[in-house]
């Protein structure tokens, strides 16, 4: 420990101990214990205890702990279970009798203090700190705590309940693997007396007619079959499976959700799935037992396994099918004919289970397009993946939910009323829809899939969020259709698709809606980066309105629009695709959008236009933009000009990412061979490295740099810090010949530095000389700043001294401060 | 009673990171989704880990609900939504729709700047989890879905705040967030009808406070304000970019001009145009006096107010700043801090709490050597004060509150153990135990008037005295049913359905073919020309007026198939 903090933490626990002084912050507590925890990974928690013996008197108090707040109560409990988790200091403490009184009867346990949760959860936690060692368990073996941990299951507050049981499956992996035990017996009634007594619950707990109680035996073996993969959980399950066999003959199943868990734990444990132990048919009979709801996410861990029979597999696939088996009978004119999903012969859902209400309907569907698209990007899917018939489904629901499928049944009209508008399916049908993009289908189908995104994206009744989603799906469709052999970027069927689309997007760059707008123009972004360079796909755009429009909206009142209309602007232009609009009432009005952009960098009172600007801009200096490469010296200066000025200082950091560029493509890449880089080459003569440096003096890029070198947010300054440190990698070889430098403009330079550093912002340093900028890089220590600023600067404030000198500096002082919350 | 489970994540007895789980009617809804300031690991989100083993959030969840833009209730709503993974509606009011970003991104700015954060959420994040947002109105009922519906009613506290009703059938349960029963200098009070919610989950923040009143606060603030001017000192006011800001910003304009000071006041980020954007867009939410006074005068444009340039912190003379961060822990606050604490003409007014580790904690905590980075030491020699203006509901506030909603019960959350014991106490008595003699309670009666005497009796006892019969008034209606099945038959669905749904009231099928639940009577009847339609006539007392109209409107919905 710290000496410093070593000095003030009497004074600390003195605070601590004494119930008149309120703890100041509730995160305190939390971040001491932190600190402990720390201090005795690292080394010995006795000798922490004898160098500091105030914390001894510390957790005395605990005795009367009536005095005490629940919380320094739980903080006290929890220490002293961090401390006793090594075995020479919990025998120091219990020859103190100090444990017995803190985790037994005569503490807490028995007083009013217990009613707290807080209290209870920090008895909870100081037993799991502490038992780790054989000692720990004869403690608990004797103080009688297992049966208190037994209660506790079933406690009020859910977090201790759930603490609980993790304890439990603590003490019962530790009790086993105690080396004075032996190798564990086949028979879990020559177990550690400890693991007996709690398997003997969890079998009770298993054989009980009350549903929590059984839940809580079933989440017990879950967490442990999940966590300890020792050959006795083998014995264990062996031990116990009847049971839980047992459980799937009661009518309905109890905690079948716990039931799934436990059982998908034991299939997942390396040491049980090899050996099997009647586990698949088990898993066989629960998924033929259980609701179909209940049954899909058990069929879907089945089929995320690594390791499991075919038969199961199929079985486990069949149901996770069947929702949608139901609905493609229910849509079809012959029900049960092939492009049924999975084949429906021996699927033994009925539609009725689809129909009881809408909201399971809604509910069952929702999962099951959810575990297919979770599943199908795996490579244990099974194999062959049904394509067509999933495609198919989808596009049956997305109809069914827009009111455009035909029903052929009572079931299919069912569905329909079920369905119509229904926002939630939709866009779980448009999200598992843009991940079969992924796979191959008949033409037809694929034909379908446009259509139905087609009316979707067509639709008057889409909601924002559904629009956003069938955006993401057409671009995933129009991302995977195969490209024509005959050359061309997109296949005929997708091109006459973004025809058909593009008279669309207009209506949604008109949406009052601001995400509709918005999820608009991202997709016109993305378009236009992908097929900006397609004939029919520029031809049909610009007889389009979408450019026009596109270009008001930079002019709208969200700024996350005005922020995407600056990206797709960018876009559009980068690609020749922005024409400047003939404006009738204004004809003065036409300007390039260079400086369309540059007026919003310079005015607009958002983060995000200025930040999209400043992106474009960089993105144009990298690809040589047109307007751009006319006078890329002009431009820089133009943007460093405003940039460096922002208050957003993620605009600053962007200006410099932009510098960093124009260095790079004047000096070369730091590891570049560019043959036609201006790179000074090694001992390269004073006047080619001062000319190669003129254009940065001339954009004033080393003013921006220098200053903001001392900017106060962080990033800034480390992003300068990287620049300047390439910049004299650059200039090494040049300033090695100079030698020292100490003209009158480093004497001005340095002097700015200081002033820039002691927080005075002062006016710009005007006209910079080469030589002096190399001789500053030199003298400058930019790799301690470099270092300093990677530490962060919660490294003073969330030190141990902080944290401690705090927590003093709060004793006695009362407020309501602590109460109020921003 | 029906069972309700209530789950708090996060603030259950303490304040930050507000996140509480409510089941209601086989619903699941998340009321507020925030952070908790103090910490910078795991523990500074709720945790989710709870909903997450039960399946997927999307299909476990109905929707979540934002009560207010502050971010201990909505900081990690990006972070649950876009990284956790939850896809499903998320329902706040417009003002919080509207700010909620704001202070997010600003929250996200300052975590990147300040810590380097890499693995956090972005500002694209941010904007994919606002599309998922449905704004509300006040008092407008939304329909989550067919049995789910919510209720936004006024919170006061700061613009856009609200509490929400959230009901599945007959049952109910009302979420107050943070909420303030007196109005301030911009916002109203806290209003709710009397909903009679089964359930009243409650702030307890001032659980044993009477608050003194915010106006001596203000004149405090305003005094200190302005001693420090006189003596050409500066003053440093730490806030966030909204909320607090406007609010004090109104304070000291006001000021300005009844004292026609002439020293600037600035605002340090580029933030107050859009922050005031909102504040006059969303005017109606503001309390009666700013209303009133808008078509004279806008409160939120500012004509003292100024933005801040960096290059100002030098000037010399008394000047005013607003800055951010709030807890002067990064940023603008920090480094004009720096600048003016040496100085002891000049002040720091922190307007609001601070948590431990940032400089803010440390000088509200009498600390006046201050270590910053690199081992420097800032003495602080600058005056420094503490005001604040948090309004929550103090307890005769959330008494009043419970008197306004009757609920059946109460939880108390976002507040102290112990302090909640002793408002628990408070409820119960003033709610459950013997009437108050003094306190005036609503009487069910008949006043008779004979040989110059009143009397006050019983309806009933009225009736026999008098010798007359009682009138029955029901009220009917008539609820068209497909079914081409008999009359009897249909009967026998309707009472097979209805006893599966309403397992806690008494349904029978009486021998004449009708069926009763408590005192609704209904009949199947053949419709007089479609011999598919069956017709329900339903009747009840004005006593069940609640259960008829739910009744009703399931009868509506129609049959499930399998009722026989």
Redesign the interface.
Known sequence: MDPECSQLLPALCAVLADPRQPVADDTCLEKLLDWFKTIADAGSSLLLLQENPCLVTLLCPVLKPQDLSPRVLAFLLRLAGILAAQEDCFQHLQQGDLLPRLFGEAGPLGGAAWTAPTVRSGWIQGLCSLTQHPSALCFLAHSGAVDTIFSLQGDSSLFVASAAGQLLVHILGLSMQAPAEGHPSLQPAHWPACAQKIVGHIEESLRATATPQVTQALNVLTTMFSHCHDPWTQVLWVHLSPLVACLLEKDPVPAAHSLVDLLLSVARSPVLSSSSCGLWDTLAQTLSRLRASQAGPLALGILKLQECPKALRAQAFAVLLQPLTCVLEATTQAPGLPGSVGGTADAPLTAGMLLPSKAACVGLLCQTLAHLELLQPLPQRPSPWPWAPLLSAAVTILRLCNGSATPTSDTGTHLCAFLAGCVRVQRAALDFLGTLSQGTGPQELVTQVFAILLEYLTSPDSSPTVLKKAFQATLQWLQSSPKPSGGGDLEPHAQLFLRELLPVLPKRLCSPCWDVRDSGLEFLTQTVRRWGGQAGFRHALLASEVPELTEQLLRDPESYVRASAVAAMGQLSSRGLHIIPASPGHPGAQQSLLEELLHILSTDSEGFPRRAVMQVFTQWLRDSHADVAADTEHFVARVLRVASQDLDWEVRAQGLELALVFLEQTLGQPSSSCPYAMTPPAAAPPSLVAQALQPFCRVQLFDFAFRALFDCDRPVAQKSCDLLLFLRAKTASYSDQQGSSSGPDVASLEAALQRWQAGDQGQPLGDLEPEAVVAVLRSLDLEGLRGALAESSDHAEQSPLSLLQDMLATAGILGENEADCY | MPEIRV?PLGAG????RSCILVSIG?KNVMLDCGM?????DD?RFP?FS?IT????L??FLDCVIISHF???HCGALPYFSEMVGY???IYMTHPTQAIC?ILL?DYR?IA?????EANFFT?QMI?DC???VVAVHLHQTVQV???LEIKAYYAGHVLGAAMFQIKVGSESVVYTGDYNMTPDRHLGAAWIDKCRPNLLITES??AT?IRDSKRCRERDFLKKVHEAVERGGKVLIPV?AL??AQELCILLETFWERMNLKAPIYF???LT??ANHYYKLFITWTNQKIRKTFVQRNMFEFKHIKAFD??F??NPGPMVVFATP?ML????S??IF??WAGNEKNMVIMP????????G??I????RKL????RQVLEVKMQVE?M?F?A?ADAKGIMQLVGQAEPENVLLVH????KMEFLKQKIEQEFRLLPDAKKPRLLHGTLIMKDSNFRLVSSEQALKELGLAEHQLRFTCRVHLHDPRKEQETALRVYSHLKSVLKDHCVQHLPDGSVTVESILIQAAAHSEDPGTKVLLVSWTYQDEELGSYLTSLLKKGL???AT
């Open positions: 789950t007895q303490d304040v930050g086989g908790h300031m103090g910490f910078n523990r945790d709870y083993r039960n399946g997927r999307t299909d502050h971010l201990d896809d499903g509606p970003p991104e700015k990147v700047d300040k810590k380097g500002s904007k606002m599309k998922k879905d067919d049995e923040t001032y406070t966030f909320g607090r340090s980020t580029g145009e859009k960096r290059a912190a030098d709030g822990h990064a940023g603008q920090l480094q720096r600048k609001g709490y601070c948590v431990q580790g940032t400089v904690h440390k509200l905590s009498g600390q270590e910053m980075e690199g503490y604040s948090s929550h507040g102290e153990a112990k499930p198939q399998g």
